[in-house]
């Protein structure tokens, strides 16, 4: 690991940080955490598509992965504001929502990184 590659996450989290917040600020408008989900599910589609292409082209160089996946995308996504939303429906005894949630965002989240994959190579 050297310098450059830790600035190219840094400079790719900083600006996945700020997309995630914009889209967070547009998608407030019910119960359902849709800016959590929509971000997330989003991220990995992306990060399926990286991941398809850097395995696709022998140029793909490892900074651009790094700055893409590990930066803008690690940025982006949140599975720490996924797990608060979730014990917060749990504590409010929102189950059924709280189901919905947890079980959307893993199995919709793992669809997507295959579709952007499958879509990339």
Same mark, same amino acid.
Not at 74 to 94: D, I, P, R, Y
Not at 100 to 108: C, D, T, W
């Given at each position: /690991? ?5 600035? /190219?996450? #840094?400079? #790719? ?5 700020? /997309? ?20 997330? @599910? ?23 992965? @790094? ?21 917060? /429906? ?5 189950? #059924? ?18 579709? #952007? ?5």
């Amino acid at each position: /690991m050297t310098l450059k590659h830790l600035l /190219m996450v #840094g400079f #790719g989290g900083a600006l996945g940080s700020m /997309m995630r917040l914009t889209l967070s600020h547009w998608l407030r408008f019910s119960q359902f955490p849709w800016a959590t989900f929509a971000v997330n @599910l989003s991220g990995s589609f992306a990060i399926g598509v990286i991941w398809a292409l850097s395995l696709r082209h022998a140029t793909f160089e490892q900074q651009w992965r @790094l700055f893409l996946a590990s930066g803008i995308c690690g940025g982006f996504t949140t599975f720490s504001a996924f797990s608060l939303e979730g014990l917060s /429906m749990l504590q409010q005894q929102k189950l #059924g929502l709280y189901l919905l949630y947890v079980a959307g965002s893993v199995l919709l989240g793992l669809a997507a990184t295959w579709l #952007g994959y499958e879509l990339a190579k």
